[in-house]
């Protein structure tokens, strides 16, 4: 079973667009990060699934390069697409 830091909206989140990453900051001064991509298909995946994934098939699991901890992103596979297309980046295949 995973344990997570904390819950985090990807709303709450920063985007960069040059790396196509979703960021927050970690309590040890780096900070979490997500590729898009990666965002994507775990919210295809849950969405698929009705949200009944158990935690260690979750893959919404951003994690700090830095230390050991992880967050797990909450949001909707909307809220991504709606950011693929804010940002013109093409929906992964």
Request: with cysteine; aromatic share 12%; hydrophobic share 35%.
């Amino acid at each position: 079973m995973s344990t997570f830091y904390d819950e985090i909206e990807i709303d709450d989140m920063s985007f960069d667009e040059e790396t196509k990453t979703f960021h927050y900051p970690c309590p040890c001064g780096d900070r979490f990060e997500i590729y898009i991509d990666d965002l994507y298909f775990a919210f295809d995946d849950l969405e698929k699934a009705d949200g009944e994934l158990p935690a260690d098939e979750l893959s919404n699991i951003a994690t700090c390069p830095s230390c050991s901890l992880q967050i797990l992103c909450i949001g909707e596979l909307q809220d991504v697409i709606d950011i693929y297309e804010k940002m013109d980046i093409p929906l992964p295949a």
